[in-house]
């Protein structure tokens, strides 16, 4: 007898039109079963995915304002004490907490839409940063 595996859901975590250059948006997953928050940025035209925590203390990015670039544009900035991330891999930038890294989640964007394709984890029912 044929066994019948169920079929996930597309995990759409928002349109693409929701993520601006340099911007980000908030999210909410369940990440190896815990509950966290999550944030995409795009940079230069591509959309990436992290945990919304900083190597620093256990804050989030953009805990204390809502812009997650620095005035350069070139880095993801922890708006608590400052430490520049490359937006692309996540690896810190500076001196102190060198050699980490912000938990980098595996997303796709296609058709319009910005998916989240990561195995540690799932999206929350009104995942969304509006919900
Ligand atoms: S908590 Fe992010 S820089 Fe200190």
């Not at 079963?33 to 992290?50: D, H």
């Not at 989030?60 to 350069?72: K, P, R, S, Y």
């Amino acid at each position: 007898m044929e066994m019948s595996v169920p079929r996930r859901e597309p995990a759409v975590i928002c349109p693409s039109g929701s993520l601006s250059e340099r911007g980000s948006y908030g999210f909410k997953m369940l990440y190896r079963g815990e509950p966290r928050e999550a944030i995409l940025v795009r940079f230069r035209g591509n959309a990436y995915g992290y945990l919304n925590q900083c190597v620093h203390m256990p804050k989030a990015l953009d805990c204390e304002h809502c812009h997650v670039f620095d005035e350069t544009g070139e880095y993801i900035r922890c708006s608590m004490h400052g430490i520049i991330y490359d937006p692309v891999t996540g690896r810190c930038q500076s001196e102190i907490c060198s050699g980490k890294s912000l938990t980098l989640l595996k997303i796709a964007e296609r058709d319009g839409l910005i998916y989240l394709q990561d195995k540690r984890g799932r999206l929350t029912p009104n995942h969304g940063a509006d919900s």
